[in-house]
C-alpha cells in the first residue's frame, strides 16, 4: 500500500466523522471563508496552526516559510497578507516562531543548510545585529533559543512596517499583530513582547520586547534545554 492511498483513506476517514458530527460542516465551508486570524509561521512540520490553537478549518489563514520570516520583498508573504487584511479583514496576525527550529539553529551554529543558507541570510542579519548578546549563551541550543525569540521580534517589526498594515492602520481598521513562540517540548504558546495596534506604537513595542528579554535571560538561569529536539 503506497503512502498516498493510506493518507487518502485518512482522508475519508476525517470527512466523514466530520460529516457524522455537523452534517452541515462542508456546505457551510464552502460557502464562506471568515477567518479573524492570520499565522505566519515556520513550514516545520511539527508545528501545525489549527490544531495547536485550537481552531478549526477556515478559522485561521495561514502563511508559512522556513523560520516565519516577513521579507519586505517576499511577495508570496505579502500577497497572503494583503488578502488578509484587505479581503478577508483579519483583526488579528501572529508571528509564530519556535524552539529548536532547524534554519534557527543553523545560523546560531555556523552550519551550512545548502541552497537555504540565501534565505537565512535574514536570520543571519538579526544574528549579527544582537551578536554580542548572543555570544553571552550558556551553549549553541541557548543561543539557538535566544535567536529564535529575536527573530519573532524581529519579524514583527518587519510586518508592522509594509505598507499593508501601515495603509490599512491609517484607514483606521483595527488590527492587532502579536508575536509568539513555540515550545516543542510541551506544546504551549507563549507571547514574545507586547501586541501592536497601531502604525506609531511598533518602534516602542519593538524596544519593550528587546529589552524584556534581556532581562528575563538576566533575571534568571538560562536552560539549554529550552531550545527543544532538532
Known sequence: MSGLHQLLENNRAWAASRVADDPEFFTRLAGQQS????????????????????????????????????????LNCLSVLQYAVEVLNVETIMVVGHYGC???????????????????????????????????????????????????IEQVANLCRTTILRRAWHRGQRIEVSGLIYGLQDGLLRRVGVSVGDGQSWQQAYEAALQ????RVADGPERPTEAGPR
Open 102 to 152: 532547524g534554519g534557527v539553529q543553523a545560523v546560531a551554529e555556523r552550519r551550512s543548510t545548502g541552497l537555504a543558507d540565501n534565505w537565512l541570510r535574514h536570520i543571519e542579519d538579526i544574528a549579527n545585529k544582537h551578536a554580542a548578546w548572543l555570544a553571552t549563551a550558556i551553549s549553541d541550543e541557548a543561543r539557538g533559543a535566544r535567536l529564535s525569540e529575536l527573530n519573532v
Open 212 to 215: 524584556a528579554l534581556k532581562q
Open 35 to 74: 477567518p479573524r486570524y492570520l499565522w505566519i509561521g515556520c513550514s516545520d512540520s511539527r508545528v501545525p496552526a489549527n490544531q495547536i490553537v485550537g481552531l478549526q478549518p477556515g478559522e485561521v489563514f495561514v502563511h508559512r516559510n522556513v523560520a516565519n520570516l516577513v521579507v519586505h520583498s517576499d
